[in-house]
């Protein structure tokens, strides 16, 4: 008899699978983190492993290249080590970080024939990441179709931006087919959004700039929790300079390096997306870690540039939000990086905003000066925790003594289980 119920979250790359699971504390209705891990080296060298709540490293294993390809075989393996890993817990559903949901779907999904194939249709919106998201749905489906199955979006958060935010100003038949912003990192807004307005009640209702920064990076303007504004678009290439993403360019650069230097989509995707960015600027890394500890002047014009771009998008998240009562970083960069937090903000001494420096330095919670204008705020993420309550939510929707969630029909926040 399991004691525990868990929920697997797994996040699946061109060639990783990263996975987490979160047991239910049964009596205070949270979530805890108990393994998380990954696969990397998917189709050429693959390796496994897997560590516990505190970050202890509790299994290794590699594969040849031959077995490295078999996808199936390897989501087979990381189930089966699970079961005997964790032999007093249940795993009762999988919820899967789904990078488009298009229009179809504002909120998370259990995942049915219909809903898989509507999910591949979106794959043209984002072919580097959709098809991977989607190929354990598919395997987990096959090999274990009692498991209930959730996909939950990056997109979602930000499906009821006003339309002035989330159209181009192209012919309207191309928005008509889908050409409009879309907006990504959503489940981190999410969650960092509930996690503020659970330590700041007061700020509930607010105007808040959330700066997700990591090795990709975009910030969000959100009003009393909900999306109304955000630096990404169509794709994931848009808004602010990340590690190897180029971030918002004038789109007649594409045009002149299509003329003039011949150059075709694959040679664009590959500059765009992986010769940008931190990495492109510097010649050096796209690790902001790196470059900060870097003494050549290339690292350090890549970091001004970046906090440049991030402190000139929260103004542009303000105004359009009409105003801004908070502001908040996150992920990788924005958890962990005094010196851009420093940056980014002294670049913002305009607004009345000023932070702490030894709040800063330690990376506190509330990092403004007493006499700021603003409340700055560091809130670590948890994407795969955000998944795990949208996943059990929807489970308890459905379950015989709950309430019916019809099929494709979305999850609520307002059912979530436990506050994040
Ligand atoms: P991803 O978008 O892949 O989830 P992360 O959110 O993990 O990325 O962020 C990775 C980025 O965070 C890297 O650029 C890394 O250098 C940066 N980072 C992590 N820790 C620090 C630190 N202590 N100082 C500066 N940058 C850091």
């Known amino acids: 008899m399991s004691r525990y119920q868990s929920c697997l979250v797994l996040n699946a790359g061109s060639s990783s699978l990263k996975f987490s699971v979160l047991r239910r504390d049964e009596a205070t209705e949270d979530l805890h983190p108990v393994l ?74 259990r995942v049915t024939p219909e809903v898989l194939s509507a999910l591949e249709a979106l794959v043209p919106l984002a072919p580097l990441h959709q098809p991977h998201n989607l190929a354990p749905m598919r395997a987990l489906a096959a090999s274990h179709p009692d498991l209930p199955q959730v996909a939950c979006f990056d997109t979602a958060f930000h499906a009821e931006l006003p339309w002035v935010a989330s159209t181009y100003a192209l012919p309207q038949e191309l928005s008509y087919e889908g050409v409009q912003r879309y907006g990504f990192h959503g489940l981190s807004y999410e969650y960092v959004s509930q996690r503020l307005a659970a330590l700041r009640p007061e700020l509930a209702n607010a105007r808040v700039v959330v700066c997700h920064l990591g090795n990709g990076s975009s910030l969000a303007a959100v009003h009393a929790g909900r999306g109304v504004d955000t630096t990404m678009g169509f794709t994931a290439l848009d808004g602010v300079p990340m590690g190897t993403r180029s971030g918002s360019l004038d789109p007649g650069v594409l045009l002149y390096l299509m003329r003039e230097k011949g150059m075709g989509a694959d040679a664009l995707e590959d500059l765009l997306y992986r010769r940008s960015g931190l990495l492109g600027v510097s010649g050096l890394s796209s690790d902001m870690r790196a470059l900060q500890e870097s003494t050549d002047p290339a690292a350090r014009r890549a970091v001004e540039l970046f906090c440049f771009r991030v402190a000139k998008e929260v103004a542009a998240m303000a105004g359009s939000m009409g105003g801004i009562d908070a502001l908040v970083f996150t992920a990788g960069i924005g958890e962990n990086s005094p010196g851009v ?78 506050t994040c």
């Not at 993420?381 to 459905?398: D, G, P, R, Y």
């Open 36 to 109: 998380n891990g990954q696969i990397a080296g998917i189709g050429t060298d693959a390796r496994f492993e897997a560590r516990d709540a505190n970050r202890r490293v509790v299994a290794q294993r590699r594969w040849n290249a031959e077995d490295s390809q078999r996808r199936g075989a390897l989501l087979e393996y990381l189930l089966a080590w699970l079961g005997q890993a964790l032999p007093e817990d249940r795993i009762v559903a999988a919820g899967h970080r789904v990078v488009h949901g298009g229009r179809g779907y504002s909120r998370p999904v």
């Open 341 to 418: 937090r420093a940056e980014v903000c002294s670049r913002l001494g305009w607004m009345g905003l000023a932070i702490d420096d030894y709040a800063n330095g330690r990376s506190a919670l509330e990092i403004s000066a007493d006499d700021s204008i603003l409340p700055v705020f560091v809130l670590p993420t948890n994407e795969e925790k955000m998944i795990a309550l949208h996943t059990l939510a929807m489970l308890a929707a459905s379950a015989p003594n709950g309430r019916e969630a019809d099929e494709g029909q979305p999850c609520s926040t307002a059912r979530t289980p436990a």
